[in-house]
């Protein structure tokens, strides 16, 4: 999911493309959802009603995935506005985790590319890996792939500035974790329990 603002060019879009790079070498295909060209309602429900799209468009595809990578610029030191609607999106996939201790997401990886010119990417980091692990992602080691500064103000610039040490080794090694993880949960998945309920989950 890209959780840029822009409608152009997007520095993270094109970061998100050197990964995307890398996972086809790990024979896996890649699919970007710009979330700013979709109406997503604000809520906390996977279906907030008429004129929504997110639950036939892009939650679907979600649950159909075996690896979700959130990708955001950073603004005012934390995730994009945008990211933070999709992830408010997401909280009633968490309730069913609660409710029966077995996730929508369980078995599948999540992973995080960043860009932005400020520090910030590791707090991004430890936010949005919470938010993964506790919807049932399983979150690999090196699982994000960030960039801090301005890559430049043209298409090609920015191609450029990605491409240079040591951003694609970053995204092979992150490409490689995460497919790994994918492969490892579709031979052995997580165990199911059932009878759970959210109140022995919560003790």
């Known amino acids: 999911m890209l959780a840029t603002l822009k409608k152009g060019l997007s520095n993270t879009n094109e970061l998100v493309k050197l990964l ?4 086809a070498e790990q024979e896996t295909t890649t699919e970007i959802i710009r979330l700013v060209d979709y109406t997503i309602l ?4 996977s279906n907030m009603g008429k004129g929504d799209q997110w639950p036939k468009k892009i939650l679907p595809k979600l649950l159909a995935v ?3 990578i959130f990708a955001t610029p950073i603004w005012w ?4 506005s945008v990211m933070q609607r999709a992830i408010e999106r997401m909280d009633e996939l968490n309730d069913d ?6 996730s929508p997401l369980a078995n599948k990886v999540g992973g995080m590319v960043i860009t932005g010119a400020e520090d910030g990417a590791q707090s991004i980091v430890a936010n949005l890996c919470n938010f993964m692990s506790w919807n049932g992602l399983t979150i690999p080691p090196t699982p994000s792939l960030s ?3 301005e890559p430049g103000e043209t298409a090609k610039q920015v191609h450029k500035a990605f491409r240079a040490d040591p951003y694609p080794a970053m995204a092979k090694t992150m490409a490689q ?6 492969r490892l949960l579709k031979g052995s998945p997580y ?9 022995n989950l919560r003790g």
């Open 20 to 23: 995307a790079e890398k996972l």
């Open 42 to 45: 604000p809520g906390t429900r």
């Open 66 to 68: 075996d690896i979700i």
């Open 77 to 80: 030191g934390s995730h994009s």
């Open 97 to 102: 985790l609660l409710e029966t201790g077995v």
């Open 147 to 149: 960039y801090l500064g």
């Open 177 to 182: 974790n995460l497919v790994h993880a994918a």
């Open 191 to 199: 165990p199911t329990n059932e009878g759970v309920t959210s109140q």
